[in-house]
């Protein structure tokens, strides 16, 4: 089992910037990506960004250039830096870790970014 705890998000004037931090914790050695998702009101959740244990990142076309996410393997933790930020930005953002080789992934209790415009 792998917990995730979201921390960072908030309430932002269009424009601005929000890192998001996503804690892991449990059975972390066995996790090969961990990403980025968010869920509007009335819109399926999608994928905002992703990393891979081995670096490689990958991200929406509507984040691309604004968005980075990095990792620090030391903390155990996943960011999301979110440079101007836009009014359609606004969504509950989730963390996601996929154990490739388990067929399993795990989600974090998920945290609000609210951009006012």
């Known amino acids: 089992q792998v917990q995730l705890v979201e921390s960072g998000g908030g309430l932002v004037q269009a424009g601005g910037s929000l890192r998001l931090s996503c804690a892991a914790s449990g059975s972390i050695f066995s996790i090969t990506a961990m990403g980025w998702y968010r869920q509007a009101p009335g819109k399926q959740r999608e994928l905002v960004a992703s990393?891979?244990?081995?670096?490689?990142?990958n991200y929406a076309d509507s984040v691309k250039g604004r968005f980075t996410i990095s990792r620090d393997n030391a903390k155990n933790t996943v960011y999301l830096q979110m440079n101007g930020l836009k009014a359609e930005d606004t969504a509950v953002y989730y963390c996601?870790?996929?154990?490739?080789?388990?067929?399993?992934?795990?989600w974090g209790q998920g945290t609000q970014v609210t951009v006012s415009s």
């Open positions: 990393i891979t244990s081995g670096g490689s990142t």
């Open positions: 996601n870790a996929v154990r490739s080789l388990l067929r399993d992934d795990s």
